[in-house]
């Protein structure tokens, strides 16, 4: 038997007391004997009879929830909920004051603030041209920015417009922006491309954008690491987590359906076990029995560190270890858990925390026959969605928080987006004409009467066009500002779904704003995709 231990977040520092798990409970007990500020994110209540547009779960891929027999979570920005405007400030801030101080970057950069808003899902990092880009589900580039500066379409087209050479827009040389953990560091790579720019000098020698973005990336990273996020959340987790009252009814929920709960975090134990507590209390009541894990009741397997996407793969060979609770100390884990016997119904196992491991050991843990009798909950397309979907044959749902805001501003839109269409319908409708009058011009034999008044109907009508084009391109400039002043909608570039929309719709069977939308549904709701449509359909029915 092989001992170590989890203690790695809080044991590192010297800067703050050094806790242990026991030692949590000081800041547990003040939470939840102050009331949390900030908002709640959610609730159990909903109002009127529907569930509202921007509480719904939509449906890629059908799924009857009776076929699913376990439901498993992500807990970082899918249960847990950060507040940007504290959460990835402090990464923001952890991240320049790496760069300043071990890194060798101008102390200047110490006061620069960070706009929380600025970043979204979705965007690509080029990293040696110093570029943010927007694209469509083919990977065109529609919207881009050199910096904070936006690119003229010469520009676009001159970086990205070879339609021989098609870019993947991959790693390495670019960086995806799919998590909310990565608005921070793109954000201040935009900063970084700007201030290299203006200031080429004050940069350390040799540095250029794709070496500022790996030092920006390895300061991050650092911060994940080395307790400067964390042990900031431990201490006052209200300010950096949004309170979510409809957690411990949802999984009760489950529960109470017969169906097992599992929880699979990157995070480790101690972590885990302090955003946890946070949700799912103990809260006022429990203040005599602070350090209890309580939460632990709501789970049947809990895996912490499981070094996600890797998790997932079928050749992870990642030993498995218990954790125990209380004092946080590991235990190797593999030999102890049965290997699967389909004839006999395994029993639960009574040790229920684990570190590392891979997908077999949670099939094994909680007796799974078939991968499609999971449902796993996730933030990340990446790192929760598409391997377990596609590999593992998983049913998936992913927490997109900013489509509660997208569904009400899309709603809003409605007459705008009629309008549009019908301008996009009409300067179609002028180009047609026009070819046909070129067409009669160039090849039909016409009087010079005849011509003489096409020639000038033609001209009429490229006034017309112009004159269309211009209204269509300000009505469109404005419904793209409406959701997000520089980068427009989440889920369309132009009238194309955006790449991030595309990845949604192939990855995700199942997507809503918050994991807690699902205690608003049946717990053996048949889920069903709404019905496609191919171009000509929408012409001919009319759509
Ligand atoms: N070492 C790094 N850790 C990171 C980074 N970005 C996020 N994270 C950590 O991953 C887990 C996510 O947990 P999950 O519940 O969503 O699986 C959390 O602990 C983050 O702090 C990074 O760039 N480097
Ligand atoms: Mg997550």
Known sequence: MRFTTAFRLFSSSSSLPSFSIRGCSHWISKVAMEPNVGEVWSSTQVSGESIPIGKQIFCNRSLNMRNITAVGFDMDYTLAQYKPETFEALAYQGTIAKLVNDLKYPAELLKWQFDWKYMVRGLVLDKKRGNILKMDRHKYVKVAYHGFREMSKEEKVAAYGSTLIRDSFDEPDYALIDTLFSLAEAYLFSQLVDFMDKN????????????????????????????????????????????????????????????????????????????????????????????????????????????????????????????????????????????????????????????????????????????????????????????????????????????????????????????????????????????????????????????????????????????????????????????????????KTGYQNSRFAHQVERFACLYSSQVTNLGLYSPDKYYRPSEDFMPHEFDVLGL
């Open 200 to 491: 080429p000098g004050k940069v350390p020698a040799g540095t250029d954008y794709a070496l500022m973005y790996r030092d920006v990336r390895f300061a991050v990273d650092l911060c994940h690491r080395d307790g400067t996020l964390k042990k900031m959340v431990a201490l006052d987790p209200g300010r950096y987590i949004n309170e979510d009252l409809a957690i411990v009814p949802m999984l009760k929920m489950i529960q109470k359906s017969g169906r097992s709960t599992f929880l699979v975090t990157n995070s480790l134990w101690d972590y885990t076990d302090v955003v946890m507590n946070f949700l799912c209390g103990p809260h006022y009541q429990d203040v005599k029995y602070p350090d209890n894990h309580k939460w632990l009741q709501y789970f049947d397997v809990v895996i912490t560190g499981s070094s996600k996407p890797g998790f997932f793969h079928d050749d992870n060979r990642a030993n498995l270890f218990q954790v125990e609770p209380d004092s946080g100390k590991l235990l190797n884990a593999d030999l102890q858990i049965p290997s699967p016997r389909p004839t006999v119904k395994a029993m639960k196992p009574t040790h229920k925390v684990y570190q590392g491991g891979n997908v077999g050991h949670l099939h094994r843990l909680l007796s799974i026959g078939s991968s499609s009798q999971i449902l796993y909950v996730g933030d990340h397309i990446y790192g929760d969605i598409l391997r377990s979907k596609k590999v593992l044959g998983w049913r998936t749902m992913l927490v997109i928080p900013e489509l509660a805001e997208e569904v009400m501003l899309l709603s809003d839109s409605k007459i705008t987006r009629k309008e549009l269409r019908q301008l996009r319908r009409d300067r179609d409708h002028i180009e047609d004409k026009i070819h046909r009058l070129e067409w009669s011009l160039n090849f039909e034999d016409l009087k010079e009467q005849e011509q003489q008044s096409l020639l000038s109907e033609l001209e009429d009508l490229r006034v017309k066009r112009e004159y269309v084009r211009k209204l269509h391109q300000e009505a469109q400039r404005n419904c793209h500002q409406r959701f997000h002043k520089v980068w427009g909608q989440l889920m």
